[in-house]
C-alpha cells in the first residue's frame, strides 16, 4: 500500500539524506531487507488499545485478545523468566490447543525469546539462526508439556548473540491481522509498562521483520491464506482491564494513521567502546529519532527507563537552546551495573550533567537580557523539566509498579515512537531493538494524555 505525502515529506529526509548515503554500512547489518529501499518500511495501522500497567496486567490484557487466534500466533520477547506473565501465557496455549483439537484443525504458534539464564548467554550459538528448543525441553523453560498441546504446531526459539547481543524486540502477531507492541517482557518485574494495539498493514511489516531474524533456520511459517480473518476479542477482555492502570480505545471508523516501521539491528561489537560518544549505527530506528528530536520546534516528551546515550543527550540539550521545551521522565537506582557495563555511567549522573547544562545556559540568557543586541536578540531557552518514577502511595505489592520501563518519545504533539528501544547506550549502539512511529496528533494527543494520567502521583519532579 502506497504510503501517504506526509509520511513520505517527514521520512523522505530520513531516508535520502541519511539512510539511503549509508546503505553500505547497514547492508552488512541483519537483517537489513531494507538498506536499499528504506521507504519500505512506511505503512498505515489502525491503533486500537493503548494499555498501561504492571507488565504481567499489560499481557494478561493482551493475550485475551489471543485468544481469538485462528491460525497463526506469534510471540517475541526479550527476557523469559518464572512469573505470572509466563503462566498467562502457558493458559493461552492450552486453551489454543484445546480449541484447535475441537474445531480438528492445527494452529500454528512460534515462540522467540532471546535470554532465561546466564549459562544460555555464556553457552549458546551465536549464530542468528539461533537454537531450536525440541519440544522435551519445554517443561524447563516453564511451558506446558508436549502431550497437552496437540493441537498446536509448535516451535520454540532462542536467539543471542554473545556478548552482549540482545534481540530486545517485544511483539505480537495474531494471524498477521492484530499486532501488540508492549514495552515489556514475559518476566517478573512489576513495572510500569505500555502497549499499543493495532491493526492493519503495519502487522505485515512486523511480520516481513519476523521472517527475516526469527523466521530463519527451520521455523519459517506456511503462507497465509488470502481469505484469513480473526475473530473479535471476546468479552473476557473486560475483567483484565479493570486491573490495568489505563487504557484508551480509538474508535473503529479512526482513519487509517501514517506509521512507520523502526527496526535496529544488534552491533554486539560496539560494547567494546562504553566510553565513547561516538555517532552511534545509523539505523532506521536510532536515525529516525535523532531527525525528529532535531528538527523539534515546540516540544519533547520521553519516557525511558535509562538515559546513558551521548549523542542523544546532545541533542536534547541543543534542542532546549533552541527554545524546544524537553520534558523527561526516566527511573532512578535501575539495572546500574548493566549501565556502568554497557555505558560507563548512570542515568543520574547524565541528568545531574544536563542540569547543570542547563542552568548555565539559563544564566547566559539572563545575562544577555541585560545587554541587549536588537539586531540578534537572544533565544529563550526551552523549559526543561526531569522526574523520577516513584512507587504511588498506598499500591498493593504487585499491583503497583515500582519502576517505570515503558519507552516512549513524542514530539510536537505530532510524532509518537513506541517500541522496546531505551534512550541508554545498550539500546542505541549494541542491542537488537524495534520501534514504531505513529504521525499524528489526535493519537499522539491520546496516548499522551493516558500516559500522563498513569503518571499521576508516581513522579518526583528534581528540575
Given at each position: 500500500?502506497?504510503?501517504?505525502?506526509?509520511?513520505?515529506?517527514?521520512?523522505?529526509?530520513?531516508?535520502?539524506?541519511?539512510?539511503?548515503?549509508?546503505?553500505?554500512?547497514?547492508?552488512?547489518?541483519?537483517?537489513?531487507?531494507?538498506?536499499?529501499?528504506?521507504?519500505?518500511?512506511?505503512?498505515?495501522?489502525?491503533?486500537?488499545?493503548?494499555?498501561?500497567?504492571?507488565?504481567?496486567?499489560?499481557?494478561?490484557?493482551?493475550?485475551?485478545?489471543?485468544?481469538?487466534?485462528?491460525?497463526?500466533?506469534?510471540?517475541?520477547?526479550?527476557?523469559w523468566s518464572k512469573s505470572r506473565s509466563q503462566q498467562d501465557l502457558s493458559s493461552l496455549l492450552l486453551k489454543l490447543s484445546a480449541k484447535a483439537i475441537s474445531q480438528n484443525r492445527k494452529i500454528q504458534v512460534r515462540l522467540c525469546l532471546s535470554s532465561y539464564s546466564l549459562f544460555q548467554m555464556l553457552f549458546q550459538t551465536s549464530s542468528l539462526d539461533g537454537k531450536i528448543h525440541p519440544p522435551p525441553t519445554w517443561r524447563g523453560l516453564g511451558l506446558p508439556r508436549p502431550e497437552e498441546l496437540t493441537g498446536l504446531e509448535m516451535m520454540v526459539k532462542s536467539a543471542f548473540v554473545r556478548p552482549f547481543g540482545i534481540m530486545h524486540p517485544k511483539f505480537i502477531l495474531v494471524d498477521r491481522?492484530?499486532?501488540?507492541?508492549?514495552?515489556?517482557?514475559?518476566?517478573?518485574?512489576?513495572?510500569?509498562?505500555?502497549?499499543?494495539?493495532?491493526?492493519?498493514?503495519?502487522?505485515?511489516?512486523?511480520?516481513?521483520?519476523?521472517?527475516?531474524?526469527?523466521?530463519?533456520?527451520?521455523?519459517?511459517?506456511?503462507?497465509?491464506?488470502?481469505?484469513?480473518?480473526?475473530?473479535?476479542?471476546?468479552?473476557?477482555?473486560?475483567?483484565?482491564?479493570?486491573?490495568?492502570?489505563?487504557?484508551?480505545?480509538?474508535?473503529?471508523?479512526?482513519?487509517?494513521?501514517?506509521?512507520?516501521?523502526?527496526?535496529?539491528?544488534?552491533?554486539?561489537?560496539?560494547?567494546?567502546?562504553?566510553?565513547?560518544?561516538?555517532?552511534?549505527?545509523?539505523?532506521?530506528?536510532?536515525?529516525?529519532?535523532?531527525?525528529?528530536?532535531?528538527?523539534?520546534?515546540?516540544?519533547?516528551?520521553?519516557?525511558?527507563?535509562?538515559?546513558?546515550?551521548?549523542?542523544?543527550?546532545?541533542?536534547?540539550?541543543?534542542?532546549?537552546?533552541?527554545?524546544?521545551?524537553?520534558?523527561?521522565?526516566?527511573?532512578?537506582?535501575?539495572?546500574?551495573?548493566?549501565?556502568?557495563?554497557?555505558?560507563?555511567?548512570?542515568?543520574?549522573?547524565?541528568?545531574?550533567?544536563?542540569?547543570?547544562?542547563?542552568?548555565?545556559?539559563?544564566?547566559?540568557?539572563?545575562?544577555?537580557?541585560?545587554?541587549?543586541?536588537?539586531?540578534?536578540?537572544?533565544?529563550?531557552?526551552?523549559?526543561?523539566?526531569?522526574?523520577?518514577?516513584?512507587?504511588?502511595?498506598?499500591?498493593?505489592?504487585?499491583?503497583?509498579?515500582?519502576?517505570?520501563?515503558?519507552?516512549?518519545?513524542?514530539?510536537?504533539?505530532?510524532?509518537?515512537?513506541?517500541?522496546?528501544?531505551?534512550?541508554?547506550?545498550?539500546?542505541?549502539?549494541?542491542?537488537?531493538?524495534?520501534?514504531?512511529?505513529?504521525?499524528?496528533?489526535?493519537?499522539?494527543?491520546?496516548?499522551?494524555?493516558?500516559?500522563?494520567?498513569?503518571?499521576?502521583?508516581?513522579?518526583?519532579?528534581?528540575?
Open positions: 500500500m502506497a504510503a501517504l505525502p506526509e509520511a513520505r515529506m517527514i521520512y523522505g529526509v530520513v531516508c535520502t539524506v541519511y539512510l539511503k548515503s549509508h546503505a553500505d554500512i547497514n547492508q552488512h547489518d541483519e537483517p537489513n531487507y531494507w538498506a536499499t529501499n528504506p521507504s519500505s518500511l512506511i505503512t498505515t495501522s489502525h491503533p486500537v488499545h493503548f494499555s498501561l500497567g504492571t507488565g504481567s496486567h499489560v499481557l494478561s490484557s493482551a493475550f485475551s485478545t489471543c485468544a481469538s487466534t485462528e491460525k497463526e500466533l506469534i510471540i517475541v520477547t526479550c527476557f491481522k492484530i499486532a501488540f507492541m508492549p514495552s515489556c517482557n514475559v518476566s517478573w518485574e512489576d513495572w510500569f509498562e505500555g502497549c499499543i494495539e493495532m491493526r492493519g498493514d503495519i502487522t505485515l511489516k512486523l511480520y516481513d521483520f519476523w521472517a527475516a531474524i526469527w523466521g530463519r533456520g527451520g521455523t519459517g511459517l506456511p503462507s497465509m491464506p488470502a481469505d484469513s480473518t480473526s475473530s473479535e476479542p471476546t468479552a473476557a477482555k473486560a475483567a483484565v482491564v479493570t486491573s490495568l492502570i489505563k487504557q484508551i480505545s480509538f474508535p473503529p471508523d479512526t482513519p487509517a494513521i501514517q506509521t512507520i516501521l523502526l527496526p535496529s539491528p544488534h552491533h554486539a561489537n560496539r560494547i567494546l567502546h562504553p566510553f565513547s560518544s561516538s555517532t552511534p549505527p545509523p539505523t532506521p530506528l536510532n536515525t529516525f529519532i535523532l531527525h525528529i528530536l532535531n528538527t523539534a520546534t515546540k516540544s519533547i516528551f520521553i519516557q525511558t527507563p535509562n538515559l546513558t546515550c551521548s549523542p542523544l543527550i546532545s541533542a536534547l540539550f541543543s534542542a532546549l537552546e533552541r527554545g524546544t521545551d524537553v520534558h523527561l521522565i526516566t527511573s532512578s537506582r535501575l539495572m546500574i551495573l548493566e549501565q556502568l557495563v554497557t555505558a560507563g555511567t548512570i542515568t543520574e549522573f547524565e541528568i545531574w550533567k544536563l542540569r547543570r547544562l542547563y542552568s548555565r545556559l539559563l544564566k547566559t540568557y539572563n545575562l544577555s537580557l541585560k545587554n541587549p543586541d536588537l539586531e540578534n536578540p537572544p533565544v529563550t531557552p526551552g523549559v526543561f523539566k526531569v522526574g523520577y518514577f516513584m512507587k504511588k502511595e498506598g499500591g498493593e505489592s504487585g499491583e503497583e509498579p515500582v519502576k517505570s520501563h515503558l519507552k516512549m518519545v513524542v514530539i510536537d504533539g505530532e510524532i509518537t515512537v513506541l517500541g522496546s528501544g531505551n534512550m541508554d547506550r545498550a539500546s542505541w549502539f549494541t542491542s537488537q531493538e524495534l520501534g514504531v512511529a505513529l504521525l499524528g496528533r489526535v493519537v499522539a494527543e491520546r496516548i499522551r494524555g493516558a500516559v500522563d494520567e498513569g503518571l499521576e502521583g508516581r513522579v518526583v519532579y528534581v528540575c
